[in-house]
C-alpha cells in the first residue's frame, strides 16, 4: 500500500463508480476522457493506494486536471469530496516528487517570505510597461514574453499602489462620511487580488461599509489565504501562512472579519481549522477565526438600513456565482438580494446559474487553453443574457470572465458586487 495515500483512503472506497460525476464535471465536458472526472480519479488514487500505479509525474499531471469547483460532489450519491481527495494526492505528489522549480521559485521564496513577495510584486509594478503591453480594447494587459502564461491571456495589472499603500495614505479612508458612532467594527481581509491588482474593489468595500455605519480596521500584516498553495499541494507553505493570519486575525478587537474573496472566505472559514485541526495551539484560533469570518455580501445584507440612499441604477445585469462562494459557502441568495434591492436594477439569470468560469486560479495559468474554452461556455451564458453588466464575488473569476468578453467585444461591464453597491450609494465621487 502507498503509505503517502493512506490517509484518503476512507474517501477513495466510498465511490461506487456510477459516473454521475460525468455530467457536472467542467473538465469532462471539454476533453471526455474518464481520467479527468472525479470517477477516474478516484480510481486511479485506488489504483496508487494499492501499490498497482506508482505515484509519478503522470499521475501528478492527471491529479492537475481539476478546477476544485466542487460541481461533482453535489451530484454524488456517496458524497465523495473529490477536491479534498485531489488536494490530499497534490500534496502526496508534492512530498514524493517535490515542488517544480516553477513552484519553489513561487511559494516558497515568494509567496512564504512577505517581504519579498511585496517587493517582488512592487518591482512588477514598476516594470509592468516592459513585460506586458496595454490590450487594445483598454481592458487588462497582455503579456510581451510567455513568462509561462499564454500571451493572449487578458490579465489585471498590478496597481500602481497596492490597497495596503492606499490605506497608509488616506489613514484608513477616514474621509468617507459615516454615522458618527458605528454599530459594529470589523477587520477587512482582502487578499492578494484585491490588495494588488482590483484595488478599487477594496476602496469600495470600505466605502460600502463606512456608508453603513461600519468601523472598518485594516490589519496590515495580513499574509496571502494559502489557497495557491494548499491546492497546489504544498501543505507546508499553506501551514504557515494559516498559522500567521491566524496570530494577526485572533488578536483583533473586531466583531467580525469581512473579505470580498470568495476564496480567501472559504481558507478562513473551513481550510484553516481543516489544516490545523491537530494543533492544538492553533486548532481554537483557527476555530474563532472561522465563527467570526464574513463573506463582503453575507455581512452587508444583516445590516439593518442598508438600501437607505441607494440611488437608482438603470440597466440589466448578470450574477456570477464563484465556486468557492457558492458551492464552498453556501451563499447564493444574499448577493441576489444585495442586487435585487439597488433600485432601477434588473437581474437577470445565467443558464446555467451554476457554472464554472474555468479560472480556478493557477489552473488558467497552467492549462490556458482548458480554461479558455471551459470560460467560453459562460461567456455564452453572459452573451445570451444581454445583460449590461455582469457582477460576481470573486476577482479571479472577473479576470477570466473579463478576458472572455473582451476577446468576443462584447460591450459588458465587470464589476465586483462592492463596486456596484459603492455606484448606488454614490460614495465613489466622496474619496
Not at 20 to 30: D, Y
Not at 88 to 93: D, F, I, L, N, V
Not at 259 to 272: E, F, R, V
Amino acid at each position: 500500500m502507498n503509505s503517502d495515500l493512506s490517509h484518503l483512503e476512507n474517501e477513495i472506497v466510498k465511490c461506487i463508480r456510477c459516473g454521475a460525476c460525468q455530467s457536472a464535471c467542467p473538465v469532462f465536458r471539454e476533453t471526455g476522457n474518464e481520467s479527468s472526472v472525479a470517477r477516474g480519479k478516484v480510481r486511479l488514487l485506488r489504483s496508487a493506494l494499492q501499490g498497482e500505479t506508482p505515484l509519478n509525474p503522470e499521475l501528478s499531471e492527471r491529479m492537475s486536471l481539476c478546477l476544485m469547483c466542487k460541481a461533482c460532489t453535489p451530484v454524488c450519491p456517496s458524497g465523495v469530496k473529490t477536491d479534498r481527495l485531489v488536494a490530499g494526492a497534490r500534496s502526496a505528489a508534492v512530498a514524493h516528487l517535490g515542488l517544480s522549480w516553477r513552484k519553489r521559485l513561487v511559494f516558497r521564496l515568494g509567496l512564504k517570505h512577505r517581504g519579498i513577495f511585496r517587493w517582488g510584486l512592487k518591482m512588477g509594478s514598476l516594470g509592468r510597461t516592459l513585460l506586458f503591453r496595454p490590450h487594445p480594447s483598454g481592458h487588462g494587459v497582455l503579456p510581451r514574453l510567455p513568462l509561462g502564461i499564454g500571451r493572449r491571456r487578458l490579465l489585471q495589472p498590478l496597481a500602481p499602489h497596492s490597497f495596503a499603500d492606499v490605506w497608509r495614505k488616506s489613514k484608513g479612508f477616514k474621509t468617507v462620511p459615516a454615522p458618527k458612532t458605528a454599530d459594529a467594527r470589523v477587520a477587512l481581509f482582502t487578499g492578494c487580488m484585491v490588495n494588488y491588482m482590483y484595488v478599487d474593489t477594496g476602496k469600495a468595500v470600505v466605502r460600502v461599509l463606512r456608508r453603513n455605519g461600519v468601523e472598518v480596521i485594516y490589519p496590515e500584516d495580513q499574509h496571502c489565504c494559502g489557497t495557491p498553495v494548499r491546492v497546489n499541494g504544498d501543505l507546508e507553505t499553506a501551514v504557515m501562512m494559516a498559522k500567521h493570519n491566524l496570530d494577526v486575525l485572533y488578536r483583533l478587537d473586531a466583531d467580525f472579519i469581512v473579505t470580498p474573496c470568495a476564496s480567501c472566505g472559504l481558507a478562513l472559514k473551513q481550510d484553516y481549522p481543516e489544516l490545523l485541526k491537530n494543533t492544538p495551539e492553533y486548532a481554537a484560533k483557527a476555530e474563532a477565526v472561522s465563527g467570526k469570518t464574513r463573506d463582503f455580501a453575507e455581512y452587508i445584507i444583516t445590516l439593518p438600513h442598508w438600501q437607505q440612499g441607494l440611488n437608482p441604477l438603470a440597466g440589466v445585469i448578470t450574477y456570477h456565482d464563484p465556486c468557492h462562494l457558492a458551492r464552498g459557502q453556501g451563499i447564493r441568495q444574499e448577493p441576489r438580494s444585495l442586487l435585487q434591492g439597488i433600485p432601477g436594477v434588473s437581474l437577470v439569470e445565467l443558464s446555467p446559474i451554476e457554472q464554472c468560469c474555468g479560472s480556478a486560479g493557477s489552473f488558467s495559468l497552467s492549462h490556458p487553453d482548458l480554461s479558455r474554452r471551459i470560460g467560453d461556455r459562460r461567456i455564452d451564458s453572459v452573451e445570451q443574457s444581454g445583460a449590461a453588466a455582469v457582477v460576481s464575488g470573486c476577482s479571479a473569476c472577473l479576470m477570466q470572465l473579463r478576458d472572455g468578453i473582451t476577446r468576443r467585444s462584447l460591450k459588458v461591464e465587470t464589476l465586483h458586487i462592492a463596486e456596484l453597491l459603492d455606484r448606488s450609494y454614490g460614495t465613489a465621487a466622496e474619496q
